[in-house]
């Protein structure tokens, strides 16, 4: 009797042992590959609780979210012959557990290497200006160029981004001087086209005044009321220079000898050309009749006096 129940008691210790080795619990966001005596089997085991043969299948996890993987930065030189350093992040998730567990060894350290090698690849082919304004086409490069490898291990790839993009400082410093140079030049055109339109409209308002002469007296006296009401001391009035040219030639018609400011009376003489003549000197011999050469003194108009 003692002797089957240290049997029974024996067996039932086995029964535990066994239960506990085969009954494994699979969570939800992880699927489980069983290797049965080294073979995979297709079967994958779902969540939950899920049994083995004891001693001869092992089983794998396999993590099916998605995994964000950074991407080292890279240095590389651009088409355009400019060294860059660029770093990129990974979005990727396992589709078929099976072919990740056998077809790949390590499939994210894989896809790691794979990354850094396309976005050297990309940087490469790309020129600077399109790292740094057209980085979708670049992430969709990125994301073919990631897929090609990783389909066949089971691996899909949800999205690749580029995160930053590293200048030298002698590059930074030239960008900054050409944006400077472009914003220089946007505000010349923007003024020189305002001024084109002001000058535009103040063609057209000239054109109306002239048509209408009332409508610039009325101008005028809403000029002085602006300038009234900022309570200063001193108003500036305009004077039209018309009315002074008016005075002005009433004042000469009345009296020629008031001279017209700006109004020449005449024309002036043009200059005659006047024959060049010798210097006098005291040696020059002038002509003389003989009778006023013996003339005397008194004769000459010239007196004697002792």
Known sequence: ???????????????????????????????????????????????????LIPFADRMRRVNMQVVTMPVPAQDGITRDNVTVRVDAVVYFRVMDPVRAVVEVQDYQYAISQVAQTSLRSIIGKSELDDLLSDRERLNQGL????????????????????????LPEAMKRSMSRQAEAERERRSRVITADGEYQASKKLSQAAAAMTATPGALQLRLMQTMVEVAAERNSTLVLPFPVELLRYFEAAAHAADPAVPRAGIPDREPAREESVPDRAPATDEQNFDMAPDAVRAPPDQLGMSHVE
Not at 4 to 33: C, D, M, N, P, Y
Request: hydrophobic share 55%; proline share 7%.
């Open 143 to 166: 994301e073919v160029m990631l897929d090609s490898p990783a389909v066949p291990w089971g691996i899909e790839i949800d999205r690749v981004e580029i995160k930053d993009v590293a």
């Open 1 to 51: 009797m003692d002797v089957l129940l240290f049997v029974l008691a024996t067996l039932l210790v086995f029964i535990v042992v066994g239960l506990s080795a085969s009954v494994r619990v699979v969570k939800q966001i992880e699927r489980g590959v069983v290797f049965r005596l080294g073979r995979a089997q297709p079967e994958v085991r779902r969540p939950g609780p899920t049994m």
